[in-house]
Nanobody, 119 residues
Framework: QVQLVESGGGLVQAGGSLRLSCVAS????????MGWFRQAPGKEREFVAA????????SYADSVKGRFTISRDNAKNTVYLQMNSLNFEDTAVYYC????????????WGQGAQVTVSS
């Protein structure tokens, strides 16, 4: 069974940076798409970024373009989310998720990592 475990969350001042990691263990899809989502208090969960494991092609929400970078390390089965120029609106629980391909739904989720940006 596939498991996704996030790490790297924490408290950071506005303008600072954090890097989240998501390690995938167990059986994985042959060519999955890995995504990052976030959910702020009282808000719906929203898409942040995604990467095609095989091609490395990436996509981003408009709100994080130019500030966040998603990447992967095939050897470590790990996906990263580098977050720069953080602001208060980035405060949320960040979730890593996996789906079989670009047409599938995200069916596997991590437990989440809290990111808090102080003003």
């Amino acid at each position: 069974q596939v498991q996704l475990v996030e790490s790297g969350g924490g408290l950071v001042q506005a303008g600072g940076s954090l890097r989240l990691s998501c390690v995938a263990s167990g059986r994985t899809f042959n060519m999955p798409v890995m995504g990052w989502f976030r959910q702020a208090p009282g808000k719906e969960r929203e898409f942040v970024a995604a990467i095609n494991w095989s091609s490395g092609r990436t996509s981003y929400a408009d709100s994080v373009k130019g500030r966040f970078t998603i990447s992967r390390d095939n050897a470590k089965n790990t996906v990263y989310l580098q977050m720069n120029s953080l602001n208060f609106e980035d405060t949320a629980v960040y979730y890593c998720a996996e789906r079989a391909d670009a047409r599938a739904v995200y069916g596997i989720w991590g437990q989440g990592a809290q990111v808090t940006v102080s003003s």
